[in-house]
């Protein structure tokens, strides 16, 4: 009688820098890693992670089949973290109406592709995906394994319909699930000043809370707290600190039926017990090597300059939707570039020069010099609300949520949606079917 077939070490997920999760067994590669910011900084020098995996880790992540790529933000698309990780994995994306990764990546000897949206992919070893495109330029995962469902929301933010159709499909599975997604501001919410200082549009209190509501809207089990373990490391930027919602704040306001789970956990998906690294074992970036870097960046912001030509393609970028500020800021509002100033006046639709202590309109936005002009050189305003070191100034009785409104408008213009009537009714379009789903498949059986 032949001797029984060992069996197979459970299988696992693991998160690991800021929205990297892996899905894989003891001793084996990965099959599965998602959004791996793994090392360095984000957003100008101003964003680090807490705890930074080590070099062997990387090289075991580097192993895997797959690496899925939720959306196009640095923290998640990390350029520097994917050249480390290799062409070895098949990257995978969702299928959004701005492509531009795919051939970024396919012209640096990558392979990269769209996974199919709303369709399950088999990834082996029991294990398949489903990409849902979002209308906001982001995505959901979903990973199916044999004993537990995965759902990884990271900032994707699904309107109530996704949401009921994840929930009907999840039934339907009927298997555990664990979420993860980011309970931390990502945004200009913190960045407003007036007289009396920090005009704080939410408090942490409603991200935890947010994050309570989808568990139980999606009948979660587990919670891993996921996509917000960065810290602010720039003179300009330290202050964001203080307003991050943090695993403390998870525990204290916690209310779901749901377990909440440290971060940096390794969840066992099987019988669902798990080990997490303790805080006083974080390895942070060495503070030396973050001052200096840090100093560095600074020196390249006062060292720069706005260029006319950067003025004319920022105005440019402001005309695209001048009617709507027309509407919104009669008054207009300025860009303040160290001791330079310039208003916009949607009316006339230009940039004018003002003196530092002119009036500019509703608002002013701080940007510092540098990163103004990779922000227009790459065509991404939009990375300008992410930084947490960009602020705006209220000036009157401005509501900042109006101007919270601006950096909305400037991610649809960065990725396209409204360069003409016909990418405009696309993107619409698409928006709508990924909104208004009713259900989606199960897996296949297997």
Known sequence: MPAPRPASPRLKVRTLGHACLAVFRDGERPLL??????????????????????????????????????????????????????AGPAYLFPSLAERGYLGYLSERGFRAEAAPPRRWLALGDGVSILSMPMWNDDSLLMIDTPNALILNLNDAKPLPPVLRAVRRVADRIDKPRVLLCSYSPASVVNSFLDDNGVVSL?????????????????GV????????????????SIWANA?????????????????????????????????????????????????????????????????????????????????????????????RFGERSLLYDPRGGRLQHRGADAELGDFVIDVPKATMKEALRNNHLTDLGITMFVRIRLLGRIDPRKAY???????????????????????????????????LPPPRPR
């Not at 990387?58 to 895997?64: C, E, G, N």
Request: charged share 20%.
């Open 33 to 86: 890693l998602t959004d791996p910011w793994l090392v360095g900084s984000v957003y100008w020098r101003s964003w680090w992670l807490q705890h930074y995996p080590t070099a062997e880790e990387i090289d075991w992540l580097a192993t895997t089949a797959h690496v899925y790529v939720t959306h196009e933000h640095p923290d998640h698309f990390h350029l520097p973290s994917i050249r480390r990780l290799g």
């Open 243 to 335: 307003y991050s919602t943090t695993y403390d704040d998870l525990r204290r306001y916690w209310q779901s039926r749901a377990r909440l789970l440290p971060p940096y956990t390794t969840l066992d998906l099987t019988d669902f017990t798990y080990t997490a690294i303790a805080p006083a074992a974080y390895r942070p970036m060495n503070r030396a090597t973050i001052a200096r870097r840090t100093a560095e960046r600074a020196a390249e912001e006062d060292g720069a300059e706005i260029s006319p030509q950067e003025t004319a393609l920022l105005e440019r970028k402001l005309n695209a939707f001048r009617w709507l500020l027309r509407l919104l800021f009669p008054r207009g509002f300025g860009f």
């Open 405 to 439: 409104g601006l950096f909305v408008l400037f991610q649809f213009d960065d990725y396209g949606h409204l360069a003409g009537i016909v990418p405009f009714l696309r993107w619409l379009g698409r928006g709508v079917r990924c909104t208004l789903v009713s259900s």
């Open 202 to 218: 939410r408090p942490a209190r409603h991200y935890v809370d947010y994050a309570c509501r989808l568990c139980d809207r999606l």
């Open 221 to 236: 089990d587990h919670f891993l707290p996921f996509a917000s373990q960065a810290v602010f490391c720039r003179v300009d």
